[in-house]
């Protein structure tokens, strides 16, 4: 079994689709490691506030397949095919690690680099693994929160899913 950290992020319906896609994943996966959702500014264009957070499961699909799974999610919730990469979005679920996979594999580049940069991706990360380490940089993920400077705001919201306020401190 592999384990698996995702990143999922909503700015159009953002709340239909971020419950729809932690449905289908307890679904298809089961028992699902969750981060509070967090609300961000849009980054690289203009556009409508994210809901954003990150996701831990275990699968033995191998990586193209899972890659695959993925997408159908997305394309199911309304996701566009050749949106430019800047855009709104309904449903966004990225493959942040997949076990220590490294490199570049089926098209897929782990880990992904976002993690290193990105605010809404590395806080809910060091959320659910903070004592993992990043499979390039070496650091745990809860040190790289600690040590990242960046002027993006991100803040939790509350966000209830199968009867449970999953955003709760």
């Not at 203009?46 to 990150?54: D, K, Y």
């Not at 880990?111 to 809404?120: G, H, K, Q, S, T």
């Amino acid at each position: 079994m592999a384990e698996v950290f995702l990143s999922l992020g909503s700015n159009t319906a953002r709340y239909r689709h971020m419950t729809i896609a932690l449905d289908t994943l307890a679904q298809q996966f089961g028992d699902l490691l969750l981060s509070r959702v967090y609300e961000s500014e849009s980054v690289g264009f203009r556009g409508s506030l994210f809901l954003n957070m990150a996701v831990g499961l275990t699968t033995d699909l191998p990586l193209p397949a899972l890659a695959l799974q993925l997408r159908q999610i997305e394309l199911n919730n309304g996701r566009q095919v050749g949106a430019p990469k800047f855009s709104p979005r309904t449903l966004d679920i990225d493959i942040l690690s997949y076990d220590e996979v490294c490199g570049c594999h089926d098209g897929i580049e782990l880990p992904r680099d976002e993690i290193l940069y990105n605010a809404f991706v590395l806080l809910p990360l060091s959320e659910i693994a903070p004592d993992r380490c990043h499979p390039v940089d070496g650091r745990k993920y809860q040190e790289l929160w600690q040590a990242y400077q960046s002027d993006q705001k991100l803040w939790p919201v509350p966000f209830r899913w199968q009867g449970r306020d999953i955003s709760a401190d």
